[in-house]
């Protein structure tokens, strides 16, 4: 059976030149780098290339630090804590200003906080789906504010939200900024001399990178301290044996990423435009957010009648790999939080399916999904009990 | 079970082949008419349960021979996800044939237990519980219909999660049915709580009359006592081993206490069933109990009376 696989923010192929890459430091060059001898040594020279390539990749300064951590769920606990510690516990700015959509790894880390005597503070979204600067400013008390959290990209929607601006303005008034970047990277460009921001979250495998290895990137100065202690490993803030072998692959697989960029918004968009124009073809459909706000490879569409997750286990059927946050659908009984806070009717709310594309998708891969989805969205229609067509 | 979790996301890996069947191919979707009833002399109902915006909705039609008040045929139709699909198929299937009476007694552990392929491995996950729940309402909303009880009598039922439209009288039963433990369970098996999660405690952006932790601390409360009143009434077929857990639980939360402020104590040394259905415990006096004249008297009469009323009538003391 044809398989297809259009879950790409969720995690992506390991393209076949990062697996060619780190194959070396499993079973030659397999040292410790914090050896003194030569097993431990002859790997530095690699890890100085990976370093590189994602300074590079960012944009980093040489006097910034870019970490290897073991994900961005760990990159993202470190930032928030490293404030929590450093900054609320220890002075009157007791607030961290964050938006409804944040991953988990930021969201529910923030609630621990708030436990803790944090104050959270949910910047609301606009019609478009996104926190926009006019907000931030009106939200933005600095002499209370610790830290500003805002993610680069929504990894359900593809909404973009106004980093540069956001991080520059809060920046100005003597805030510091966070952004989890794990579904901008590889997508659009990402640039921390643009956007000033003092912390930038990174995970490789979204990025056709291995799994079990992320980044953080922290600029000189910024308030810090380390989540795992125990070691000297990465200038003491980060403990823990180096992952070589995925510290190698995440820098080529970033320096690859920030290559194809003009490939992702040419042809990869190009697909996603087909695909989503298909949809839209269809009757009762939509798209949440609009296309010019999106990273150029995320869909996230509503079929109006059809049960999420139920249009996932047809397409899985057909070896289709799509997604869905609704309630019927993963762990959680909640219905998907984006379209909730974006105001989307909420009988939509569980009609919602992401498919998110990669350089790797082919047009033929696009055209079967088509065919596909055609099909099983108009099965479940006729299954349906509250779907009568063109009810408004 | 605990590696499963470690691995995580085995949602659909833990359906049934049945579950997965019905979902690909329900064999009772569709509608029935005003005609197909005339053609088969029946009369027809049709009942909804669930609305879109909770995430699963269901409609069930039935044609009810009026004179048997058996159920001659039955469809569904769904919008819900796969479990709600194949509980929605099943459920159809087990109306038919049956009168309305026994089909209202049709529960969502049936729709289950029926769509298992083997009888002790549940054939849905527990959080796609609640998807078999609303098989169970929509019969209840099909009889109340059949049976002409006034749709606004329905709505006098008392709500406990508006969001879902779950009663209190579906979270009692799914409590005691399931033997549920925790809010996140209700959850999990009804939806309440799912969405605003005003209804699961105080402090929600709305305030309810009910709210989950009240009314499962309750549940849990009647369950216990009920549970402990069987206990009281085998006391005597129990064997050796379970008399003693209890005694002995009884004795060191109620009795060791009272003798205890008094400086003294006691154990249990041997306990004997008799064939005339009495239990014999024999005790020593431990402290100042030992050689303390109420000992023999006004103290042993009233661990034994203690005894008499709490557990078991046929209990005698004897000290040693």
Redesign the interface.
Known sequence: MQRVYLDNNATTIVDPKVKEAMEVYFCQQYGNPNSLHEFGTEVHPAMRIALDRLYAGIGARDEDDVIVTSCATESNNTVLKAIYWEVIAKTQKKRILTTPVEHPSVSQVCEFLQNQGAEIVELPLNQDGIVDLETLKAFLEPEKTALVSIMWANNETGLIFPIKDMATYTHSVGVLFHTDAVQAIGKIPVNVQEAPVDYLSFSAHKFHGPKGVGGLYIRKGAPFVPLLHGGEHMGGKRSGTINVAGMVGMGLAMELANEALPYEHTEVRRLRDKLEEAILSLSDTMVIGKREHRVPNTILASFR??????LI?DL??YGIAASTG??????S???NPVMVAIGVD??L???AVRFSLSRFTTEKEIDYTIEVLTNSVKRLR??????TKKRR | MAKNQLIGGALWENYSRKVAERMDNPFYRGELTEEDAKRMGGKLVIADWGAESCGDAVRLYWIVDPKTDTILDARFKSFGCGTAIASSDMMAELCIGKTVDEAVKITNLDVERALRDAPDIPAVPSQKMHCSVMAYDVIKQAVAIYKGVDRESLEEEEIVCECARVSLRTIRDVIRINDLKTVEEITQYTKAGAFCKSCIQPGGHEKRKYYLVDILREVREEMVKEKTMTEETKFSDMTIVQKHKILEKIIDEEIRPMLAADGGSLEIVDIQSTDNGKTLVYIRYLGACNGCASAMTGTLYAIQGYLNRKVDENIVVYPI
């Open positions: 009648g059809v049960e999420g997750e139920a286990w899985n059927k609704s309630a019927c659908a993963s762990e009984l909640e219905p909420r009988e709310s569980h009609t006729e299954i349906s009990s509250t779907y």
